[in-house]
């Protein structure tokens, strides 16, 4: 079975420091990866994906995540967070069914 | 391009009253369509998929039911609402093809509380 594990459920950052957001899965084959960004009341917006190539993937709104094989682990990153991007943050593994983790709520500090 | 329609926003029913949430899809054909819930704090519980017109698959057993009368409208319903009902439902489509990449993407939902 698939499964997705977000360790932190919320953390705290000040604004235009460095962030990173942890995530483990377990698939049975090659993983399809996401992440997802949902404000208060939203629904979700795709961050970015990963399914092939190269372990360091771009998405949107100046985010990147690295998939790790060896460890299982697809985490989030931003080198300066802006005051917008507090929000809550959901990874997800699967194919036509995505299993979503419980989410990590971003604070940022001004 | 795609867009995803939810509605009602939000919806405040009593216990024991009937619901209808309704969700469509524009620009795109044939897409699989899915009702998620987020219970507060929590993450997101898939409750039904579909891949075409009349097929659902149920995810979680429970009081909930899904229809699909037409190729982008996707209808959860209940008889009877119970007070565990309440959270906020989420819409999804995605399109399977040689090259797809699997990702989903969500409506705006629909906050229900049951009273």
């Known amino acids: ?110 | 391009s795609q867009t995803i329609h939810q509605w009602p926003a939000t919806l405040v029913q009593p216990v024991g009253s009937p619901l209808s949430l309704e969700c469509t899809v524009e620009g795109t054909s044939n897409p699989n369509l899915y009702w998620y819930r987020q219970a507060a704090g929590r993450g997101l519980q898939l409750l039904f998929y579909s891949v075409g017109i009349g097929q659902i698959s149920s995810e979680v057993p429970q009081n909930l039911s899904a229809s699909r009368p037409q190729d982008r409208q996707f209808i959860l319903s209940s008889k009877k609402l119970l007070l565990s009902d309440s959270g906020f439902y989420l819409c999804a489509w995605s399109v399977l093809g040689a090259a797809t990449t699997y990702e989903q993407y969500f409506g705006p939902g629909t906050r229900l509380t049951v009273t």
């Open chain 1, 1 to 110: 079975a698939q499964s997705v594990t977000q360790p932190d459920i919320h953390i705290t950052v000040s604004e235009g420091a460095s962030l990173e957001l942890r995530c483990n899965y377990s698939y049975g084959a090659t993983p399809y990866l996401f992440w997802y960004v949902q404000s208060p009341g939203q629904g979700l917006q795709l961050l970015l994906k990963y399914f092939s190539g190269d372990t360091l993937v771009q998405g949107i709104k100046g985010f990147e995540a690295e998939f790790k094989r060896s460890q299982s682990s697809f985490n989030l990153r931003k080198p300066s967070v802006h005051w917008s991007d507090a929000a809550e943050y959901f990874c997800a593994v699967g194919r036509e069914k995505l299993t979503f983790g419980t989410g990590t709520r971003l604070t940022i500090i001004p």
